[in-house]
C-alpha cells in the first residue's frame, strides 16, 4: 500500500519513516533503462554513483560551497528535486538541503551498509542514488538531505523568493502584486512553531506565526533591497504586534532573510529609514521559516473581492492609492 502524506507540506523525520513502513508514493512518471542502458548514456563517475550506489569524495565539487539562485535536477532523469532555497552549508563536503522541491520526487528506503541505519534518498522517477537524509539539519525540518553532487544538476534560475509580514497578508499581496519585476505573489503563514496551520489557528495568536507573503521576484529587474524599503515604506513597522485594528503576534512586522547578505541589506534598510518615523522601528528580522501557504480563498484576495469586502475599500484601496504615488515607477504597466 502506498502512501502519501496528506495536508503536509514540510517533511519531517517521522514521515520518512511513515513512508518506508507503508511505501512509496507512485511518480509522475517513471524512467526504466537497464544498466548497460545508463552505462552508455552517463559518464562513469555519475553512473558510479547513481547507478552502482557510489559516493563522491567529500569537498569534491564547488557545488558543495555554491549557494547562488537555482533548481537542481535529477543527473540521469532531469527530475526537479530541490531549490536552492532550501540549501544550506552542513560542513559535511556533501551538498546539504533542508527539503525537496514537493512531495513524492524523491523515495526513501532503509539502508544497513557499513554496520549502520540510514535512510537512502533515491529519485522516484528513475531510481538513482542521491545520498541519505539524516535528522541533524536545521530547523523547522530538522533534516538534512545530504546529496552526492554527481547525482544532481543544476539550472540557472532567474528568479528568487522573499517572505515578508506587515500586518494582514491581503493588504501585504496587494501591494507586492503590482510591482514590476514581481512574478508571484503567495499569502501564508511563517515564523511559528505549527506544522500547516490554518488561518483559525493563526488568528488565534498561539501558533507564533505572522501572515506573510512569500514573494518570487526577478532580481535583474527589482532587487531585494528595493522589496525591503517598499516593505518598510507600506506598512507601519514601528507598532509591535499590530497594524491598525489588527492586533497580535500574527499580525506583526517581519522580515526573513535567506543569508548574511540579505540580513545586512534589511538592517542597512531600517537604519537609513528610520529618520522618517518618529518611532523606533520594531520590525522582526529572522532566519528563513519554513513557509506554509494559505488557503486558497486568502490568494489574490483584493483583486477577487475588492467590490465585496467592505476591507477593500476602507483599508486596503487607500493604502495601494498611498503606495501608486510614492512608487509609481516601480508599477507595473496598467496598474
Not at 131 to 138: A, M, S
Request: charged fraction near 25%; glycine fraction near 8%.
Amino acid at each position: 500500500m502506498n502512501v502519501v502524506l496528506q495536508n503536509t507540506n514540510m517533511l519531517t523525520w517521522l514521515n520518512s519513516l511513515q513512508i518506508i513502513q507503508k511505501g512509496n508514493p507512485e511518480p509522475e512518471r517513471k524512467v526504466i533503462k537497464t544498466e548497460e542502458e545508463w552505462k552508455s548514456l552517463l559518464p562513469e563517475d555519475i553512473f558510479y554513483v547513481t547507478r552502482k550506489k557510489g559516493t563522491e569524495r567529500p569537498f569534491s565539487s564547488e557545488m558543495c560551497v555554491s549557494y547562488d539562485p537555482g533548481k537542481y535536477v535529477c543527473a540521469c532523469c532531469g527530475t526537479l528535486l530541490f531549490d536552492s532555497s532550501e540549501k544550506f552549508d552542513s560542513g559535511t563536503g556533501w551538498p546539504s538541503f533542508t527539503q525537496p522541491v514537493k512531495e513524492g520526487v524523491i523515495a526513501y528506503h532503509k539502508d544497513h551498509t557499513h554496520g549502520m541505519y540510514r535512510i537512502e534518498t533515491i529519485c522516484n522517477t528513475c531510481d538513482a542514488h542521491l545520498g541519505h537524509v539524516f535528522q541533524d539539519g536545521p530547523p523547522p525540518s530538522g533534516l538534512r538531505f545530504c546529496i552526492n553532487a554527481l547525482a544532481l544538476k543544476k539550472q540557472v534560475s532567474d528568479t528568487e523568493k522573499a517572505v515578508f509580514g506587515g500586518g494582514c497578508f491581503w493588504c501585504t499581496e496587494a501591494v507586492f502584486q503590482q510591482l514590476k519585476g514581481v512574478e508571484k505573489v503567495v499569502s501564508g503563514y511563517s515564523g511559528g512553531t505549527v506544522k500547516d496551520p490554518t488561518y483559525k489557528e493563526v488568528t488565534s495568536g498561539l501558533t507564533g506565526h505572522a501572515e506573510v507573503v512569500e514573494i518570487t521576484y526577478k532580481p535583474a529587474e527589482i532587487s531585494f533591497e528595493d522589496l525591503v524599503r517598499i516593505h518598510l515604506t507600506t506598512h507601519d513597522p514601528t507598532t509591535l504586534n499590530r497594524q491598525g485594528a489588527d492586533v497580535g503576534t500574527q499580525y506583526r512586522s517581519v522580515i526573513f532573510y535567506q543569508n548574511e547578505d540579505e540580513k545586512n541589506i534589511i538592517e542597512k534598510a531600517i537604519q537609513e529609514i528610520q529618520p522618517s518615523f518618529e518611532n523606533q522601528i520594531v520590525t522582526e528580522v529572522s532566519p528563513k521559516a519554513f513557509f506554509y501557504p494559505g488557503e486558497d480563498y486568502h490568494q489574490d484576495y483584493f483583486s477577487r473581492e475588492a467590490n465585496k469586502n467592505p476591507y477593500c475599500a476602507v483599508v486596503i484601496a487607500p493604502k495601494l492609492e498611498k503606495f501608486r504615488k510614492l512608487y509609481k515607477e516601480k508599477l507595473k504597466e496598467g496598474v
